[in-house]
């Protein structure tokens, strides 16, 4: 609308001084004007460039207002995402001296309770990463023979934690902690972790922050 009315304000212009004077007998052959008063066409000229002035100073006007309300409008939404936040209760952690229990399905470090382990290997022949490292022996006690375990390792760098052990193994022997505070100062400590040692992660908990 602005651009509009600023056009018809520029492109208008007095063409009352530029009539040609009418012949004697009458107007020449023709489109042309006459008869017309200069000071009238000048009186409208005034008033139609006062009209477009005032109607685009409204126009202004208004834009202003409408910019201004809807600033005092985003600012109060912002404001209710604010004091909504302010009077509701923390949910932040003074860690490390508080800690977040982990949910049910969190895959920590790998774990073994060796009384249940029936050397199938499964965990060993499904791993993708071949994080897993088994070995066994055959004894004999009160004529019956029995195996038993030798070497069971954990390397911690190659884990995927994909879970495939704990959920082939037969007897649940094999699953995933809910450790999640992993810090070593050297490789060994991580990828030759012996899964028969019941303080395997000791170590690795001292090492956490206090």
Do not use: W
Request: with cysteine; proline share 4%; hydrophobic share 40%.
């Amino acid at each position: 609308m602005v651009l509009a009315l600023s056009l018809r304000y520029y492109l208008y212009f007095h063409v009352g001084e530029m009539d040609a004077s009418a012949g004697e007998d009458g107007p020449d052959d023709g489109v042309c004007l006459e008869g017309v008063n200069a000071d009238s066409l000048g009186q409208f000229d005034d008033k139609r460039m006062d009209d477009s002035e005032a109607l685009i100073g409204g126009t202004r006007m208004f834009q202003r207002i409408k910019f201004f309300v809807l600033s005092i409008v985003s600012i109060l939404i912002g404001m209710k995402v604010t004091l909504k936040n302010l009077f509701s209760p923390a949910v932040t952690l003074q860690y490390p001296r508080e800690k977040q229990p982990m949910k049910e399905n969190f895959r920590g470090m790998v774990d073994l309770v060796p009384e249940k382990c029936v050397i199938c290997y499964m965990c060993i022949k499904i791993c993708p990463v071949a994080a897993l490292d088994l070995a066994h022996k055959q004894t004999v006690e009160a004529d019956k023979k029995k195996l038993a375990i030798t070497k069971f390792t954990f390397n911690g760098e190659l884990c995927c934690f994909c879970g495939l052990c704990e959920e082939i193994c037969p007897t649940d022997a094999i699953y995933l902690n809910k450790m999640y505070e992993v810090a070593a100062f050297t490789h060994e400590e991580i990828n030759n972790i012996d899964l028969m040692d019941k303080e395997k992660y000791k170590q690795l908990e001292n090492n956490q922050p206090k």
